[in-house]
């Protein structure tokens, strides 16, 4: 019987996106208390978070590497899954699944789908590939203070290689598997909880991106003006992190979510909010998207 259980292309695709994943979420963990420090700068207490984090770093970093070995596996397997195997022919003979079988190192990979599939992989994904599998060490050798250095390096790397292999936008990805992972996720609320989670990593990504870095990931300038979401900032449950931005479409003035992509019309705004400088409301909504307040309902019925 030939060897049964070869897995296709999308199946290690999946499989990679939710290593990347699941690490990416400890690496943001990680760094959400990296902007407490920045702040505070309370230097002995960062020596001491990242201390005990050097662990959870490793492991991370293990999850988000064998993510991208994945997705090569998944480039490598649409020209043929045996391709992937490392065994000597005679070795094949009793071998009854796929999982039976050698597949080859991670550091294989690269020349494997260089040599065989169409698109090449590109020079700058294959520097931040071999980095990648040099970072652990580099983890275990770091002193304490340069571990943040590294994990801000994994969080931008993240972001970079996956634009090269995958051909979905990282924040469409991040969404549809918070989205998923929130059925494992007990304590989720009936709202939409992992729309929080998103917003509160944006104000991570916010922190630690160049000008440059952000708008080739968000494609907004970081200096364009923002207001508010309501399809991912519910304010009962989170605090107000504006990541939308104003777009205009046939005479038309809406907002446009970065995290959710969602458009939202929008109106002028001449209701007085108490500090708060109103320029537009969101007719959907009936909320201002500047301070979220409501606009009342007198005002509304104008338009
Ligand atoms: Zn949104
Ligand atoms: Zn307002």
Redesign the pocket.
Known sequence: MPIQDIPNSSEFFYMGVEHIMIGYDGIIELSDPLIKYMEYEDPEGEVEFWESARLKLLVYTGLIHEGFDFILKSKICDVNPLLLIKNNPKELRNKKSFSDCLTHNSSDLPDIVNSFCTKPLDKRFLELFELGRNRRNKIRHSVDKNLKVQAEEIIKETLEMFSFVSPKKWVEVRLQYAEEDEVLNLYAAEIDFYRGKLVKEFIVLDNLLKPDFFKKHFGVDKNQERFLCFDCVNLDYVEEVETAYLIKKDNQKFTKCMICDNEDKIAPNDFD?EG?E?KYYSVEHGQ?I??G?SVPPVFSNKI
Do not use: L, N, P, R
Request: charged share 0%.
């Open positions: 909010h708060c109103c201002c500047c301070c307040g």
